[in-house]
């Protein structure tokens, strides 16, 4: 009996050893940015390191790859913003991933695909994940990380506020301010590729002639400051160039007030964010005599209202053609270490509106 026993130990230890390795081989070592309360970014979040197991059946386990930062991951974290996660939760909304692994029932993808994550409020902020198939997209190998990273909110944002309010023909103009923010700098290039003018308003920096002459190479027809909008011989300045049909608002307060006040007779102001944190004001002579209207944006409502849909599709096949010859390109913008993510969060705050660039963490760093 016991020389049986002894036998028997090598193939115990052996099998033992087989299931702990198998066990380990199908667990990543994983880090993510979390936060188990609400507050100032820098202050709240926590590199932690979690297990990511295998996909489940309707899953992809991904590598995220890079994720940006947007002034909307800033709001959640310091629950400003509508969506309220449940806590812990993991921070990020988009960002581009390389598939490791797909579920028994995934058809749509497999390994070595680049997806992005076209669902809202997942939790991009982290090295790895498992992901159900229908929040994923696929997108080519060739477009860089940066672009990829930032393709599923500041793109679409600006394609849809510029195709869903106003039916624009060529050669007629709009107008926004925030200029030189992610989603003004797309606006301008699309405005340029469907045969659109647009004017740009920035605040007023030490380096505003630059920045003029790189959004008037985006696109940009004509580049303001507030100063300068809101003087009163600004309509001398723009004289060459139809009143704009419509108006793009990320400010709100005086700086709104003062597009709106260049509108055409029917024209639309389109809200889609509030930096300046003042609400927006409206004389009521532009409504009365001019008829004007003003709408808000949100992308989130948007994107869930027409998941599946031919409408999403669409767009995002005009979006990567644009990308692919070369009429869209990637906002100016800095590839961070996921590690150096406290300075980074702070950075990004960007009260002032004077940074000029989106912050990207690089998951490969």
Known sequence: MLTQLHRLTPLILRRTADLAQHHSSSTICAQSLQYCEYGEPGDVLQLVEVSVGEPKANEVLVQMLAAPINPSDINTIQGKYPIKLPLPAIAGNEGVAKVLKVGDNVKNFKQGQRVVIVENALGTWRTHGNFAEHQLMCVPNKIDLATAATLVVNPPTAYRMLKDFVPLAQSDCI????????????????????????????????????????????????????????????????????????????VGGKNASNIAKLLAPKGVMVTYGGMSRKPVMVSTPALIFKNISFCGFWITRWMKEHKAKPEREKMFADLLELLDQGKLKSVKHELVPLKDYKVTVTAALDIKGLVGKKYIFDMQC
Do not use: M
Request: hydrophobic share 40%; aromatic share 4%.
């Open 175 to 250: 107008i926004q301010n925030g200029a030189n923010s992610a989603v003004g700098q797309l606006v301008h290039q699309l405005c340029k590729a469907w045969g659109l003018k647009s004017i740009g308003v920035v605040r007023d920096r030490a380096n505003f002639d630059e920045l003029k002459t790189y959004l008037r190479l985006l696109g940009a027809t004509e580049v303001l400051t507030e100063e300068e909008l809101a003087h009163k011989d600004v309509d001398k300045k723009l004289c060459k160039l139809a009143s704009p049909r419509l108006a793009l608002n990320c």
